[in-house]
């Protein structure tokens, strides 16, 4: 798994200030939020999705 990560994480960089970039690194913290019982990282992603997706939040 690291060598994927070694892979793709300077192409993601470069590419970092994109929507769809943005809109990927939401929705995996979204699956991890899910994945969990508290609501703190809720709150973070919400958080994340409000700088990182001004004009998609609800």
Known sequence: MSKL???F?????WLR???E???LVVE???RY???TDNDIDD???ATVRKA???SEVQ
Do not use: C, G, N, Q
Not at 9 to 13: A, C, D, G, S, V
């Open 5 to 7: 990560v070694e892979l």
């Open 9 to 13: 994480k300077p192409i993601l960089m």
């Open 17 to 19: 200030e994109s929507a």
């Open 21 to 23: 970039v943005k809109r």
């Open 28 to 30: 995996l913290l979204e």
């Open 33 to 35: 939020a899910a994945s």
């Open 43 to 45: 709150l973070v992603v």
């Open 52 to 54: 990182l997706l001004p």
